[in-house]
DNA sequence: ATCATAACATGATATTTAACATAAAGCGGT
DNA sequence: ACCGCTTTATGTTAAATATCATGTTATGAT
């Protein structure tokens, strides 16, 4: 379930992520003391659906993925959670129990910051509200939005704008590890499995991508581009 | 676009939708002073797409759809508003204009809080931003809970799903007047027309629902939510 | 190394959904 | 009432996607 590590002081985390802009030198070390970071191994379940949400999640390394399953043999990918994201924020205000499972699909470092301790914080400093409202409003936009692009797009439209979302927002390269089985982009872009194995063959055929087991090569991002804003 | 009307004390309100509850009444009576009341016929456009977010808006009563052209001959539809809901809570942090455009569907009065005020409020009351926190996280769930489900669902299943919605959760009865077209129906959850209107006459056929032009009563509630958790 | 298991891959077929065509019914304007 | 326009309606066909079947390749455990 995670080991315990030494976290870096909230300070380090502070000039990476814009959330802890308005949060003056004592109040960050009172964070500071409300917070402990683990280990997960890829594949390692960082919570499971149902649980009490105790903690704001916040990614410190590696990658995560929210999912849920749909069905007895169906789990759908809600987000897929990078460095410096918060995951829980949007959740935290409004249930008790997380309605997605969270588990790690890069070896992680997760931060946990107790929900009293931050909502104590909020409630005593305005300026923090402010910065969190914009933070949560910025992730769930991201959310919809993508959710929004994808569902009217057709099966090789779907396939160019998750490569082209990987290459360009999380590993900001052309050349990146996959870091998902193909069900699970299936799971993530509302396909079926077999159909993204057809479709990313397809676009290797077609010379657009190259592919190496789990690690894709986009040789050609403007057609990509091409296929996911018509598709 | 929209005509003033005399606009009831903000104290009223405040008992209706758990937003206020923080606030003193001092500080509602400022909120007071800066918001604006507007009444719109159905089918007039409340604000266009591009548009700068000047103002948070509540609908105090009627209808309203928040909506997206994709291409030249489609929209989307991204949400409905009912009363009480607040619209653009979610974007007024994140973004400077909407990406989205708000048309009522049913004759309705929308409150405009001017921004500036709003946030000031919220940046000097920590607990006033706690409830907007709470508020805004719950329709951020609940719209982004809505297009999961439906995404993961067939034709039969999504108008089954929408059908119920408008039931239990804006008209609170199983016979109602759709306050929108077939059309919009589609847009709504992704689908055509055509299958929209071919889904419900299979309804209508399978003595599921009645249909008399927009009215709409639901007289096997049970069979529905069948489809609708099946599909 | 060998086995078992899961992931990847591809072809054939069935099902679902979209697209096209056409017509009837409702509705606002004159 | 009549006209033009939009919405509702239904049948037909085409396209997209899912399902099923089967084989191959990777991967982990012993």
Avoid: W
């Amino acid at each position: 379930m995670g080991t315990l590590e030494k976290s870096p002081d909230c300070q380090i985390c502070a000039f990476k992520s814009l959330m802890f802009n308005s949060l003056k030198q004592d109040q960050l070390s009172k964070i500071n003391t409300c917070k402990e970071q683990f280990h997960f191994g890829k594949g390692e379940l960082v919570c499971r659906e149902g649980d009490p949400i105790n903690a704001i999640i916040y990614v410190h390394a590696g990658l995560i993925k929210l999912h849920k399953r749909i069905s007895e043999n169906q789990s759908q990918i809600i987000s897929i959670a990078k460095p410096f994201d918060f995951v829980g924020l949007i959740s935290v205000f409004s249930k008790t129990n997380y309605f997605y499972s969270i588990t790690a699909i890069e070896d992680s470092s997760i931060c946990f910051i107790a929900k009293d301790c931050f909502i104590r914080e909020i409630a005593s400093n305005g300026q923090f509200a402010l910065d969190i409202l914009t933070r949560m409003s910025k992730t769930n936009d991201d959310v919809l939005e993508a959710k929004f692009a994808l569902s009217s797009k057709n099966l090789r439209g779907r396939i160019a704008h998750i490569l082209l979302d990987f290459a360009n927002n999380i590993y900001k390269s052309n050349e990146f590890e996959l870091p998902v089985s193909r069900r699970e982009m299936a799971e993530l872009i509302d396909m079926r499995m077999e159909n993204v194995i057809r479709v990313m063959s397809e676009f290797r055929q077609d010379g657009i991508i190259k592919i190496n087991g789990h690690i894709i090569e986009i040789t050609n991002p403007n057609m990509l581009q091409k296929i996911s804003d018509m598709g």
